[in-house]
C-alpha cells in the first residue's frame, strides 16, 4: 500500500523509488508539475490546517546553460491561470499559484553567502548533481550568465557505471545505496575488494569531470571554486586532493539550492511589496 497518493485531474500517482529519466526540457508532459504538488502537499500539511485555498508563490531553478533560453517556458509550465484543486492522502486541497519565480542553479546555493565573495576576481561554481555537472562563473559576486556550462555526467550516471563494474568483476549486485554508504565511510557488509572498486571508480570519475572542465576552460589550479550539490558531498575527498583543484570550498546543505531559491524569492516578493 503507498503511504503517499496525489489525485490530480481523475488520475492517481503515487511516488516511487524509480527516477524519471534526465530531460532537458521538463515541461514536455505533467511529470514535473505533479512532482511539485506532492512537495507543495507536503509543505502545507507540515503548515497545519488549511483554509479554503490557499495562495502560493512558487520559487524554481534551472541549470544556468538553460536558464536564459528556458526561464520563460519553465515559467509558464507552472503558472496556472485558475486555481489547482487536487487531494493529498485523501485530503483536499486547493491552491492558486499566484507567481513563479524562476532562478539559475547553483548560484542560487550561494546567495545567502554571496556578498562573502565578491572580493574574489573569478571564481567558479560547480553544481555536481544526479544527471549533469553545471558550472557557473561569478565575477566579483555576480553571475557571468555569458559563461555556463553544462556536462551531462553527475552522480547517477558514475553509479551506473560502478554497478555495471562490480557486477563484471565480482559477480555481486549492488545498489546506489552501497555506493554512497562506501563513499561516506559508513559501514557496510561488502567486501574490501568490491569497497575497493567502488573507491577507485568514484576517484576516476571525479577525475573525468575535472579533465571535461579543463575542455571547457574551467581551469581550476588557477582560480577558486565551490563545489555544491550531492556529488561533491560524495567527490570531496578526491576533489580536495586533486592536483588540478588549488582552491576549493564545499556547499555540504544537499537543499542548498531550494533554500537559495526562497532566499531570492523572499526578497524580490519584499521589493514588490514596498
Given at each position: 500500500m503507498a503511504d503517499e497518493v496525489l489525485e490530480y485531474k481523475g488520475e492517481y500517482w503515487t511516488l516511487s523509488g524509480q527516477r524519471l529519466p534526465y530531460r532537458r526540457d521538463k515541461t514536455r508532459d505533467e511529470s514535473f508539475f505533479i512532482l511539485t504538488l506532492f512537495a507543495i502537499a507536503k509543505e502545507l500539511s507540515y503548515a497545519g490546517p488549511l483554509p479554503a485555498a490557499e495562495k502560493i508563490e512558487l520559487a524554481v531553478g534551472l541549470p544556468p546553460e538553460h536558464y536564459s533560453i528556458l526561464k520563460d517556458k519553465f515559467r509558464a509550465y507552472f503558472k496556472r491561470s485558475e486555481s489547482v484543486q487536487f487531494s493529498y492522502n485523501d485530503k483536499p486541497m486547493t491552491i492558486l499559484i499566484r507567481d513563479v519565480f524562476v532562478y539559475p542553479q547553483a548560484f542560487a546555493a550561494i546567495a545567502p553567502q554571496k556578498s562573502q565573495l565578491k572580493h574574489h576576481l573569478r571564481l567558479f561554481l560547480?553544481?555536481?548533481?544526479?544527471?549533469?555537472?553545471?558550472?557557473?562563473?561569478?565575477?566579483?559576486?555576480?553571475?557571468?550568465?555569458?559563461?555556463?556550462?553544462?556536462?551531462?555526467?553527475?552522480?547517477?550516471?558514475?553509479?551506473?557505471?560502478?554497478?555495471?563494474?562490480?557486477?563484471?568483476?565480482?559477480?555481486?549486485?549492488?545498489?546506489?545505496?552501497?555506493?554512497?554508504?562506501?563513499?561516506?565511510?559508513?559501514?557496510?557488509?561488502?567486501?574490501?575488494?568490491?569497497?575497493?572498486?567502488?573507491?577507485?571508480?568514484?576517484?576516476?570519475?571525479?577525475?573525468?569531470?575535472?579533465?571535461?572542465?579543463?575542455?571547457?576552460?574551467?581551469?581550476?589550479?588557477?582560480?577558486?571554486?565551490?563545489?555544491?550539490?550531492?556529488?561533491?558531498?560524495?567527490?570531496?575527498?578526491?576533489?580536495?586532493?586533486?592536483?588540478?583543484?588549488?582552491?576549493?570550498?564545499?556547499?555540504?546543505?544537499?537543499?542548498?539550492?531550494?533554500?537559495?531559491?526562497?532566499?531570492?524569492?523572499?526578497?524580490?516578493?519584499?521589493?514588490?511589496?514596498?
Open positions: 560547480i553544481d555536481i548533481g544526479g544527471y549533469t555537472t553545471d558550472v557557473l562563473l561569478l565575477r566579483s559576486g555576480k553571475p557571468d550568465m555569458q559563461f555556463c556550462r553544462s556536462l551531462e555526467t553527475g552522480v547517477i550516471t558514475m553509479n551506473n557505471d560502478i554497478i555495471r563494474r562490480v557486477g563484471a568483476l565480482h559477480d555481486m549486485q549492488i545498489e546506489d545505496e552501497h555506493i554512497s554508504a562506501v563513499l561516506c565511510g559508513k559501514e557496510t557488509i561488502l567486501p574490501a575488494d568490491v569497497k575497493d572498486t567502488i573507491r577507485k571508480s568514484a576517484e576516476q570519475h571525479a577525475k573525468d569531470i575535472l579533465d571535461q572542465l579543463r575542455e571547457l576552460k574551467v581551469d581550476l589550479r588557477s582560480n577558486p571554486a565551490v563545489f555544491i550539490g550531492g556529488g561533491s558531498v560524495l567527490f570531496r575527498d578526491y576533489l580536495e586532493r586533486s592536483p588540478l583543484v588549488a582552491s576549493a570550498s564545499f556547499v555540504e546543505n544537499v537543499n542548498a539550492n531550494a533554500i537559495g531559491y526562497r532566499t531570492m524569492a523572499e526578497g524580490q516578493l519584499s521589493l514588490l511589496r514596498t
